[in-house]
């Protein structure tokens, strides 16, 4: 009897999950490109992770895409880590090797300078400051990117302040953190504004940070992408600035994860982002 070839699976994890756009995403990269694959949501407890994890593989799992409130903890249980995980201090991509070792990435950073590049095709990081409004797990993948890139100095508020001197610490001397009622003055001097918390996403307070430092040479983007265009986008784009929706970090950040675990680099163009939109 001819043995068949075995399926890859592979697909994303948190709680809750029915809200993700991964599912669309990699699934219309599989049609697109041919490949035998499937790719799921699953709704994992924190107390039930690390079984499931050590439990995918055997199934067919090649890896999987974790996601809040996972992101972090999956570290302890990863068997090995890379640098920039570390740094961040998350991972959102396992890989399932063949000798049955769990390997933790981060790829987060690697969206958000991608999805820069393509939406601010100008714009060159060591052009001056940028300005990071909030100090979750998104600002530190922001922060690590945008350090390695070349940017000379991180200006950085958070509603918490201790939050954003914590993060100080550890990125050291090129991260200054200012209160967040000050968070308008340091756009003054921002070559760059990134807003990486969830102000302004839909079901969520707006952002009430006052955006009059803005120049037309400023590049905005918003990590939300519920709204695609938030309020801060609409009023960035008043000023003349170049803006950049954060719908494109979601699709560069896959693009990594899905030639590890299907064998093909795939493309971001318009196809991917109307397919994550539908």
Same mark, same amino acid.
């Given at each position: 009897m001819t043995e068949l070839p075995r399926i890859p699976l592979a697909g994303v994890i948190g709680s809750p999950i029915a809200h993700s756009k991964s599912p669309q995403l990699h699934r219309h990269w +599989?049609?697109?490109? &041919? !490949? @035998? =694959?499937?790719? $799921?949501?699953?709704d994992v407890s924190a107390e039930n992770l690390e079984k499931v994890l050590r439990t995918l593989p055997s199934m067919g799992f090649v890896g999987v895409?974790?996601? !809040?409130?996972?992101?972090?903890? %999956?570290?302890?249980?990863?068997? *090995? /880590?890379?640098?920039?995980? #570390? *740094? $961040? &201090?998350?991972a959102n991509t396992l890989i399932f090797r063949k000798d049955g070792k769990i390997h933790a990435d981060n790829t987060d950073g690697y969206g958000f300078i991608e999805n820069l590049k393509s939406g601010a095709p100008g714009w060159d990081p060591r052009s001056g400051p940028a300005a990071i409004l909030g100090a979750g797990g998104?600002?530190?993948?922001?922060?690590?990117?945008? *350090?390695?890139? &070349? /940017?000379?100095? !991180?200006?950085?508020s958070n509603r918490t302040r201790v939050r954003a001197d914590k993060l100080k610490q550890e990125f050291g001397s090129r991260v200054q953190v200012f209160d967040? %009622?000050?968070? =308008?003055?340091? !756009?003054?001097?921002?070559?760059?504004? /990134?807003?990486? #918390?969830s102000l302004g996403m839909i079901g969520k307070s707006e952002m009430r940070v006052p955006l009059d430092g803005l120049r037309a040479t400023t590049v905005v983007t918003d990590l939300v992408y519920a709204p695609l265009k938030t309020r801060l986008l609409e #009023? @960035?784009? &008043?000023? =003349?600035? %170049?803006? /950049?929706? =954060?719908?494109?970090?979601? +699709?560069?950040?896959? %693009?990594?994860a899905f030639e590890r675990w299907f064998g093909k680099r795939p493309e971001v163009d318009s196809a991917t982002r109307a397919a994550a939109l539908r």
């Open positions: +599989l049609k697109a490109y &041919g !490949i @035998a =694959g499937h790719y $799921i949501p699953m895409n974790i996601t !809040i409130p996972h992101k972090e903890n %999956v570290l302890q249980i990863a068997d *090995l /880590v890379t640098d920039r995980a #570390t *740094l $961040i &201090g998350a998104a600002a530190r993948a922001v922060i690590s990117s945008l *350090l390695e890139a &070349g /940017v000379p100095e !991180i200006l950085l967040w %009622v000050q968070a =308008g003055n340091m !756009i003054d001097d921002a070559s760059l504004l /990134v807003n990486t #918390t #009023t @960035a784009q &008043g000023y =003349g600035c %170049v803006t /950049v929706d =954060g719908l494109g970090m979601l +699709l560069h950040q896959a %693009v990594p």
